[in-house]
Structure formats: C-alpha cells, structure tokens
C-alpha cells in the first residue's frame, strides 16, 4: 500500500494543476482576445462557466497554507471542469459564427489588469474591436517606447536571452511626471 502524499507533493501536483488551466485560459485568451470568449456565447453558458470559475478559485484558494490530499481532489476536479468549460465555450462561439481574434491582433493585461490590444501599424489602429477599457497600442510606439530607453537595447545585445521583467523609473523622470506645472503660466 503506498503512503498517502506529503504536502508538498499534493502543493506540487496543485501547482501543476494550476498551472495546466491558466494555460487553457492563456490559449483562449490569444485566440479570442481577452476575456472576451464567455461574453459571445449564450447567456445560460456563460453563467455556468461563471459558476464553474467560481468553484475553481474557491478549490484553489481554499487549500491555500493546508495542501491536504482531498484538496488536491477538489483542484483536480474543478480544473478539468474549468478545461472542459473553455472548450464547450469555444465551441459553441464557433457554432454561433464568432470569429476568434484576427492575426496581427494580440490582447494581454497589464499587472494592473488594463487590457491591451497590440496591433502592427497605426493605420490597424482604429480597426480593432475591443471593450472600452481597452487600451491600443501598435508595433510602432513599441519601438518608439524601445528607442528611449538605450539601456534596455544595450542590454539586450549583451544579454540576448534576457527579459525585462521590471522597470523602475530614475527619481528624474519621476519628478518630470508628476510636475503639476503650476509654474507655467497660461494667461
């Protein structure tokens, strides 16, 4: 008989689990923009795949610091719920003629949760649906945000492998940004 898993083999597999869905969620995400698929099928799926979302981050949020067997139960049973909810989701967009995200069209979020829409040129601009809160940018200002900051392409070349993961702005620019300009006058 084989001894019942120890917690960090259950937080392990949880982690995997975890890990597998918000996968699932990231492909969906790509191919349909983000957060858009549950709101372009019917009303009743998308209640349901609100329900199901539900239980899924109660399952991960309840075995949190305990990382007990049957929570690993619990997380295995609600992400294969939640895999099979973003197909079923896809699935029935398709059969209602949604059409998935145009190519040359990318949706991620900021850490702060703003959707972005990236898209190649300017003119490809004012073309993207998206939902008003929604910010869009182009591959353009990219490299103009790119250009400014000689460092990062200084680094790149020496570190080809690296990723900018953190910005932190010098207290200079700080200052320029939050100048109210109450010193200039406007009479």
Known sequence: MRPPPTKNEVATKIGDIIANVTEHANIMNRRWGFNRLPHIVSIELMQRFKAQQYKWQNA?????????PADLDRVKKHGEAMIRAFGA??????????????????????ANGTPIVLVRTRAEMDNVQREPAAQVWCLE??????TRFPE????????????????????????????????????
């Open 141 to 146: 200002e990219i490299g103009e945000i790119i």
């Open 152 to 187: 990062l392409v200084l680094a790149k070349d020496a570190f080809p492998k690296m990723e900018v993961i953190r910005l932190v702005p010098s207290e200079e620019l700080k200052e320029l940004i939050d100048d109210t300009l109450e010193d200039i006058p406007f009479g």
């Open 60 to 68: 991960c949020m309840e075995c949190i610091g305990w990382c007990l």
């Open 89 to 110: 989701l896809d699935r029935e967009a398709l059969a209602r003629g949604q059409a998935p995200t145009p190519p040359g069209q990318w949706e991620f979020e900021l």
